[in-house]
């Protein structure tokens, strides 16, 4: 999966409420939801060991894995802020600050469903890495 970058026709897509729509032709072939997560969460690790960040977090976001999603937005943000603004392109560095606020408002902002909260919930009940990802773009933000 991870490989043909195809996720839309292999698995579907995700839509605004966090929920799986248009199921794609893998979703037809496999027995169960499960299979299909197992799938999906091998491929994102693949992706994230390859530092393919935007590819694994599509990936957790198909499996429905939003704890995932949020773990590795957190884990990039901080690397983000922890180094020294003259050690890195102002641009470059804002440039990135803003991807991951729009793929967090994607994923977890206002018009994301309930279905997201409650999975994080699931691992997180204080929803503590939500806050933490606030807290660090305030701080990239800075």
Sequence with gaps: VFKSKDFVSLIGEIGRDGCRINEGLLCSLLNSETELNDILNMSAKMAESEANIE???QLYSLSGDYFHVLKI???RLA???TVPKGERNKKERRKDI???QRVYEVHFGEKSGSFVK????RKDPQLY???IFDSLLRLANF
């Design 118 to 121: 409650e999975n994080i919930k």
């Design 98 to 100: 803003e991807k991951f």
């Design 79 to 81: 690397q983000i802020v």
């Design 73 to 75: 937005l957190n884990n």
């Design 129 to 131: 890495s939500l806050e």
């Design 55 to 57: 590819d694994a977090v």
